[in-house]
């Protein structure tokens, strides 16, 4: 069966020359011409403020091509000639992108193009606004073909942030063109949730407060910052990573059935998760950051020595969350949120935690215990589900276990797509599923906007610790204690 192609089309990214471009869409693009899933005429046109060449930026995209290894290096410098050009946009004023809007006529009516565009955003939060008043006053937001907007994350920093970013956007595009990405969300675990959830009569059976005792959404790092100061000093960790990736999974975990299996459905429910989560507290959050300390044998810097970070620094590098969802489904049913730098490992699951048998006739000495049936969902570094459950141990004496079976992507299926191919196939062919609407995003900083307007006191922890001590009374409080990483 051969495989199934894009529209023609030409994809334009603003910040073309900037790190997302050159590491994530670049060699993500180039592996979908690759698998002929982008064919010829469509092409890439690059647009930054930067003063380079089109051959200086083709130079650039070979050079980084060639770095992140994507695929074989093999007809890489044809590929830049053929697909790659640029569009330098001097101060990012009208006329500049009255400048941008005639190189993109001119490539479609030489390449015999339809005008089918895709604006991709790949630009700090602050470029944003002058950007969309660009493509607006340049009459981008409308062409010959469709036209879809890709907003990157952060997609605002606070509650007004995003619904100032939002009126902008929609005073020159309509919310059914627009992309807001998460590309965690590309992840092919997440998008098996819903299969695994609705498709599995059994599981969604069990999906609800009478067998589901509690439930951790967990996204650990083990590295620091890494070059990334300037962007993560003012945003940390509830920025960064809590109101936009764990809550985009809490929501597909504590969703209902959507009534049809399409985007708006979809989205439909998760929005309806978002209005019933109740408002966290102060004893709700707990706020840590890394010290420096010693890493497998080696001396790390603390979050205040990393370059580029301010040396009386309250940023939080890890945060905690206790969250409940008011729904019918799940009253009374914790939901634990946590993330952090400098962790043990880099890992991203959910672990949902069945109740365990009310009255246990196991005689067990106190050495053994039978322990809750637990279903881990993860994510990176090697995705797929793990379900924990009790065996007896062969003998006479009545003894248990606890064993997994597991199920992992790369064993059945082989190598997977990466998330960004997943969300810019998804673009290109006009399915918005995966991607956050404008009430959706919303209602999630409305969600966190009271910690953030008045944050809890931050905590230090040593690197390659679990966080925080005082995290662990967020769990301990009910009765539970935090998972492993």
């Known amino acids: 069966m051969s495989t199934p192609t894009t529209p023609p089309h030409l994809f334009v990214v603003l910040g073309a020359t900037g790190d997302l471009m050159m590491r994530k869409l670049l ?19 690059g647009a930054a403020r930067k003063p380079i060449s089109e051959d200086q930026f083709r130079a650039l995209g070979l050079q980084h091509l060639v770095e992140e290894k994507a695929g074989t290096t093999e007809g890489l410098e044809p590929w830049c000639r053929e697909v790659l050009h640029y569009q330098c946009l001097g101060e990012g004023g009208p006329e500049d992108y009255q400048r941008l809007a005639e190189r993109i006529r001119q490539i479609e009516a030489a390449r015999g193009l339809p005008g089918n565009r895709v604006l991709y955003l ?85 999906w609800n407060r009478q067998w589901v005792e ?23 960790a509830m920025r960064d990573m809590v109101q936009n990736h764990l809550t985009q999974l809490l929501t597909l975990i504590a969703m209902e059935v959507p009534g049809a299996f399409e985007a708006d459905a979809i989205r439909n429910e998760k929005v309806k998760v978002l209005r019933s989560v109740e408002r966290p507290g102060p004893s709700d959050v707990v706020f840590g950051q890394y010290t420096s300390g010693k ?5 790390v810097a603390g979050y205040r020595e990393e370059p580029g970070v301010r040396a009386d620094s309250t940023t939080e590098t890890y945060a905690a969350i206790r969250l409940r969802v008011a729904s019918w489904r799940w009253h009374g049913v914790p939901f634990f949120l946590r993330t952090g730098k400098r962790l043990p490992r880099k890992s991203t699951r959910i672990t949902v935690t ?94 966190y906007d009271a910690i953030l307007s008045h944050p809890p006191p931050v905590h230090k922890y040593s690197p390659g610790s679990a966080g925080p001590a005082e995290s662990s009374q967020l769990t301990g409080e009910l009765g539970y204690r935090w998972n492993d990483l």
């Open 214 to 236: 509690h439930v951790q959404i967990t996204v650990s790092e083990s590295l620091g910052v890494e070059g990334r100061a300037e962007y993560y000093d003012t945003a940390g």
């Open 27 to 45: 060699p993500s693009l180039h592996k979908l011409y690759q698998k002929g899933e982008i064919v010829s005429p469509s092409v890439i046109l």
């Open 354 to 447: 069945f109740k365990a048998p009310p009255i246990s006739f196991f005689q067990l000495s106190e050495e053994y215990e039978v322990n809750p049936d637990r279903l881990s969902i993860i994510l990176q570094p090697d995705e797929g589900f793990d379900l924990a459950f009790e065996i007896k141990v062969p003998g006479e004496a009545t003894r248990t276990q606890t064993h997994r079976m597991k199920f992992r992507y790369s064993d059945v299926f082989g190598e997977i797509r990466d998330a960004y191919e997943t969300l810019l196939l998804d673009v290109l062919s006009g399915d918005q599923t995966l991607f956050v609407r404008a009430d959706e995003v919303e209602e999630s900083w409305r969600l």
């Open 122 to 206: 790949a630009l700090p939060l602050g470029a944003l606004h002058p950007a969309m008043e660009g493509l607006g006053s340049a009459g981008l937001s409308r062409g010959p073909g469709w036209t879809r907007l890709v907003v990157e994350k952060p997609f605002g920093r606070d509650l007004a942030s995003a619904e100032s970013l939002n009126r902008d956007i929609h005073q020159s595009f309509k919310e059914e063109q627009v992309y807001r990405i998460d590309h965690y969300l590309g992840k092919e675990t997440v998008q098996n949730l819903l299969v695994f959830r609705f498709a599995n009569l059994f599981i969604e059976s069990l």
């Open 295 to 299: 890493v497998d044998g080696k001396d």
